[in-house]
């Protein structure tokens, strides 16, 4: 489980995050809505140790992520993270790129970590690009790749930051399916999105960041079909 109490991150005298308290069990799809600049993808980073804290704590799995003495990089093997850009190496290919973290991190030998990246690739639906560079695939193609990398990890927990928003519209779809056929496999996922249907047919529960805070948190059917913040209605009234 992630659990996560009275958590503050600041920006200089800007407050990001006012107190979040969330959990996340296993198995859980948790899908993030809300405006630009409520906090959304900072939590992710604060979760990830990407930012530091300056009030409350994040636990994964009973280690306190923010504690003197936490091993981040052991940590981080757990959580995979998917970025709005997918940031591959262009001088390795997709098997190549794949390969790299249980090569250096885990300590695989090359044939095992090979092995792993070709079973991830041909799971995100790319066996047929494994000797292809970055530069030939396409941006659904390359986030996709950048999901095997993470996969190629094996992550208890997968928190995908925006994995769509960079890419042209077309490409949006096999993305979604790729992070579908996870939730499917019972991945533990939190997924700052602005995909509605995406939240709305593949999510457990979905939260409203507004400004800093949870403003609302519940079943998809509540969040989209029966709304109580003022705040959700309005947002949701001005993505339909």
């Known amino acids: 489980m ?32 809300g405006a630009s600049g ?50 591959s190496f262009p001088h390795l290919t997709a098997l190549q790129n794949v390969s790299l973290s249980p090569q ?37 193609q390359q986030q996709r790749l950048a999901i095997a990398r993470a996969l190629a990890m094996e992550p208890e927990y997968m928190l995908f930051d925006e994995a769509t928003s960079a890419l042209d519209p077309e490409l949006v779809g ?20 602005h995909e509605m249907s995406f939240a709305r047919d593949v999510s457990d529960r979905v939260a409203f960041f507004h400004q800093g805070v949870i403003e609302e948190i519940d079943k998809p059917s509540e969040i989209f079909g029966a709304p109580k913040s003022p705040h959700l209605q309005k947002f949701l009234s001005n993505i339909r």
């Open 38 to 87: 409520s906090g959304k993808s900072t939590l992710l980073y604060c979760i990830n140790a990407l930012e530091a804290i300056q009030a409350g704590s994040v636990k994964v799995d009973g280690t306190d992520v923010h504690a003197k003495g936490t091993d981040v990089n052991l940590l981080r093997q757990k959580l995979g993270m998917v970025f709005q850009q997918w940031n």
């Open 2 to 33: 992630i659990e996560i109490r009275g958590l503050e991150k600041f920006f200089g005298a800007f407050q990001v995050l006012k107190g979040i308290d969330l959990d996340v069990p296993k198995g859980e799809v948790l899908s993030i809505v």
């Open 174 to 193: 096999e993305v979604l399916d790729t992070m579908r056929l996870l939730a499917e496999e019972g991945m533990t996922m939190i997924c700052v999105t």
């Open 104 to 140: 250096i991190v885990k300590g695989k030998s090359k044939a095992e970590a090979r092995d792993i990246a070709a079973k991830r690739l041909e799971h995100v639906g790319l066996g047929d690009k494994m000797n292809v560079y970055p530069s030939a695939l396409s941006g659904g």
